[in-house]
């Protein structure tokens, strides 16, 4: 009995081993305190990420930018085309040559990361979203986001859309300074849109004490990521988070990292500042879950391959050990009861028949929840 307590012990020992993994899978992240710059916190954030919909703040950069010059106006109203019609959620819902305003549009990304409304914008602003997007590069550029390139409005996947926590950081703090009179917008809880209260989803906006909003995304590749605002005791933070595993991960690495720089905005000086950090090369972005099952990592992201290694060398098992424990293993004849339930507990249960109907519905929640598992959320 003791050489089965051994073996079970080496067995627990790899299944602890694997669960830590999920446990600790990889994110980014970055706390600036916005009255200076200094970063107070930071882990890869020089890391290229898949931004989703982070992309929108650019995006709404451009609006504001936009509206300061006078070239648009809050009330303008803009028509819906065909290609904004068609965009996946999360979106308003607009129709082909459907109307809305600008700032109904600002409100309906901030509040609901509608796709629809940020190509409207896109195409009022740019002609073609396409055209857009290399302008949202441009400026990113012009702004110190050198590890920044955008493809789309709207942070829908693509493989060429990058961004790191950093540029993203740099990114809410230029909008917070040199848009004041549209940083109120960020604030936003709901809006009302033809008679409809639209609630709006960013839980740190809605539950973070001092909380100034900011921007959330979701992808398959990206990971759940948040951008926050915050102000407590008359200072102000800005916080990048990318590559939540849920959507909830998101929200309290946020809130603790919120937490942290807060209390230590009190002590000596950052050494760093965002404006010096060294933007080389980025890297390659991590595909950072499998939507197949939105709770797990995917190990496609190189650096994630390369942590487990290194944790499965470290804590590795010797297959010589396990095989001579399963060996030495051996039923004795004197107690043949526990050899027959050693043999049966071996031997895989046999599945039990089940209906067609059973196996038809099972498809089809199967099907429903890959849908809705690959449609980019904010």
């Known amino acids: ?7 079970l012990l080496i067995l ?28 107070l916190h930071e882990v890869e954030a020089t890391q290229s990420w898949y931004p989703a919909s982070l992309t929108k703040l650019m995006t709404l950069y451009m609006t504001f930018d936009a509206l300061k010059a006078g070239q648009i106006h809050l009330y303008d109203s803009m028509t819906a085309s065909s290609h904004a019609s068609q965009q996946p959620n999360s979106k308003l819902g607009l129709r082909r040559g459907e109307h809305i305003t600008v ?25 073609t979203e396409q055209n857009f997007a ?7 550029h012009s702004l110190s986001m050198y590890n920044s390139h955008f493809m789309n409005a709207t942070g829908l996947p693509n493989n060429w859309q990058v961004s790191t926590p950093r540029d993203m950081a740099v ?28 609630r709006g989803i960013n839980k740190f906006t809605a539950n973070y004490p001092g909380a100034e909003g900011m921007k959330t995304g979701f992808t398959c590749g990206s990971g759940f990521n948040l951008i926050g605002a915050a102000h ?63 709770g797990a990592t995917r190990s496609v992201a190189s650096s994630n391959r390369s942590y487990r290694k290194v944790n499965r060398t470290a804590y ?40 067609k109907n059973f196996h038809k519905a099972k498809a089809g929640v199967k099907a429903k929840v890959a849908h809705k598992a690959a449609v980019p959320l904010g």
Not at 1 to 7: I, Q, R, S
Not at 13 to 26: H, K, P
Not at 134 to 140: H, I, R, V
């Open 232 to 294: 407590q005791n008359g200072k102000h933070l800005i916080g990048v988070v990318m590559g939540g595993i849920t959507s909830k991960e998101r929200y309290q690495l946020m809130m603790q990292k919120m937490d942290t720089g807060f209390a230590s905005l009190n002590s000596a000086g950052s050494a760093k500042n965002i404006n010096t950090m060294a933007t080389g090369s980025a890297g390659s972005p991590p595909y950072q879950l499998d939507c197949g099952n939105r």
């Open 103 to 127: 700032e109904d549009a600002i409100l309906a990304i901030i509040t609901r990361s509608a796709n629809d409304a940020s190509v409207v914008l896109a195409e009022h602003l740019g002609d």
């Open 171 to 198: 990114l809410a703090w230029k909008a917070q300074r040199n848009f004041p009179e549209y940083y109120h917008y960020f604030a936003a809880h709901s809006f009302n849109f033809k008679g409809t209260e639209l």
């Open 316 to 355: 590795k098992v010797p297959s010589k050990t396990i095989s001579r424990v399963k060996t030495s293993i051996k039923p004795v004849n004197k107690n043949k009861a526990l050899a027959k339930s050693i043999a049966q507990a071996k031997s895989p249960a046999k599945p039990v028949a089940k209906s």
């Open 1 to 7: 009995m003791t050489k089965v307590k051994l073996a």
């Open 134 to 140: 290399a302008n949202m590069t441009s400026k990113a």
């Open 12 to 39: 627990n020992a790899v299944w602890l081993l694997t669960v830590s993994e999920v446990s600790y899978a990889r994110h980014a992240a970055i706390i600036i305190d916005a009255d200076n710059g200094n970063v």
